[in-house]
C-alpha cells in the first residue's frame, strides 16, 4: 500500500476528530450554562420553599456549608421535593 492511498483516509479521519472534539467542547459549553441557570432556578425554588417548611430549611442551612459538594446535595433533594409537590 502506498502513502498517497492512506493519505485521504487519514485526512478524513483527522477532520472528523477535529470536528467532533470542537462539537463536543461547543456542546459542553452550552450544556453548562443551561444546567448552571437550571441550578439557579432551583436553587431559588428552594429557598424559596425552605421559608416555608422547616425541615427544607434545615436542609439548606446543612448543604450550605458544604463548599464542594453544594451542587450534588442540592440537587437531588431538590427534584424529590419538586416531584412530590
Known amino acids: 500500500m502506498c502513502k498517497s492511498d492512506q493519505w485521504p483516509t487519514e ?3 483527522s477532520r472528523y476528530t477535529e470536528y467532533a472534539i470542537s ?3 461547543s456542546y459542553s459549553i452550552l450544556y453548562r450554562l443551561v444546567l448552571s441557570s437550571e441550578v439557579f432556578v432551583l436553587f ?3 429557598v ?3 421559608f416555608f417548611c422547616r425541615r427544607l430549611f434545615f436542609l439548606f442551612i446543612h448543604v450550605r456549608f458544604i463548599q464542594n459538594h453544594v451542587f450534588v446535595f ?3 433533594p431538590l427534584w424529590q421535593i419538586l ?3
Do not use: G
Open 44 to 46: 431559588l425554588l428552594f
Open 83 to 85: 416531584m412530590y409537590l
Open 11 to 13: 485526512l478524513a479521519i
Open 74 to 76: 442540592l440537587i437531588e
Open 23 to 25: 462539537y463536543s467542547l
Open 48 to 50: 424559596f420553599k425552605a
